[in-house]
């Protein structure tokens, strides 16, 4: 302000021209990309395409046992997952995933695999993972996925309450959520 007038070092028109690029890099709106973005243990490979995305929705279940090697020490332990898997808009369910691990689509494809790595989930939340699959049986979805990624877990940790001799065999059903995301 000088003697009550108002002066602009930059003009007006250069600042209009650049609002639109400003307002883009503080968009809240997720960038879309074919793989997500995801801790380097849970990465898949180079080269390996996103088939389909999925939205698991369903329980683990997990079983007081004693802990091996360490005799009168209970432990809860997984025992088996069954979920159904929704499309990514949770409109349609498309599939199932059972112990194995078993993938299975509504088109009577399935694929197992094998873990192979796993990251922290949230706080409360079972970790994200990475798994190798097995050739698939039967044609349709399943059908050359090669990779399985299990992301944005929520839930399905192990129970909370105690786990001793006199509940040993007790089972218990944990819900959870996880996107699975499968590669070719």
């Not at 809240?28 to 180079?46: E, G, K, Q």
């Not at 050359?144 to 105690?162: F, S």
């Amino acid at each position: 302000f000088k003697n009550g007038e108002t002066t602009l070092k930059t003009p007006i028109r250069a600042v209009l021209s650049i609002a639109p690029f400003a307002l883009l890099g503080c968009s809240s709106m997720p960038m879309m990309s074919s793989a997500p973005d995801v801790p380097a243990t849970v990465a898949v490979p180079a080269g390996q395409k996103v088939s389909m995305r999925t939205v698991g929705v369903g329980e683990l279940t997990y079983e007081c046992r004693e802990k091996q090697g360490a005799a009168g020490t209970f432990e809860w332990v997984f025992v088996a997952p069954t979920a159904t898997l929704w499309d990514a808009n949770r409109t349609k369910a498309v599939g199932k995933y059972y112990g194995g691990p078993t993938w299975e689509a509504n088109d009577g494809s399935k694929v197992t695999g094998k873990q192979l790595a796993i990251s922290p989930g949230k706080e409360g939340a079972i970790p994200l993972q990475l798994v190798q699959a097995a050739p698939a049986t039967g044609s349709g979805a399943m059908q050359g996925v090669t990779y399985i990624q299990r992301l944005n877990t929520v839930g399905g940790v192990a129970p909370k309450e105690p786990c001793a001799s006199a509940t040993a065999g007790q089972r218990r059903q944990v819900k959870y959520e996880a996107d699975y995301v499968f590669y070719k």
